[in-house]
């Protein structure tokens, strides 16, 4: 008879270490985040590269930009959202890498 190691009352049961297979197969499941992300840095990029292209004024060596709310409030929404999905991304990287649910 195998002599493997029980544990103990209130330890908790080794967890099986996930194969290749279930790894990549995991990791697929994170291209689609990958994109969205990819795409909504760009959408960031563009935003920032229009509103801030040219300064409307200089005060000494800082340079003044003017950018209405909306517009503030859409840069300031799409780096939230850029946050968000690298958090989750590496979440989800993290858990198929692990074998775990994400």
């Known amino acids: 008879m195998p002599n493997k190691p ?3 009352a209130g330890e908790a049961v080794p ?3 996930p194969t290749d297979e279930q790894i990549a197969d995991a990791m697929a499941d994170l291209e689609t985040p990958l994109y969205d992300l990819q795409i909504m ?3 960031t990029a563009d935003l920032a590269g229009e509103w801030f292209q ?3 004024s200089y005060a000494g060596d800082k340079l003044v ?3 209405s709310r909306m517009q503030r409030e859409k840069l300031l929404f799409a780096i939230n959202d850029i946050e968000a999905r690298i958090g989750a991304l590496k979440s989800g990287f993290m858990a198929a ?3 775990e649910d994400a």
């Open 54 to 56: 040219r300064p409307q």
């Open 6 to 8: 029980v544990p103990a």
């Open 15 to 17: 967890k099986a270490k």
């Open 41 to 43: 840095a760009s959408i």
């Open 65 to 67: 930009f003017h950018i």
């Open 97 to 99: 890498r692990y074998g």
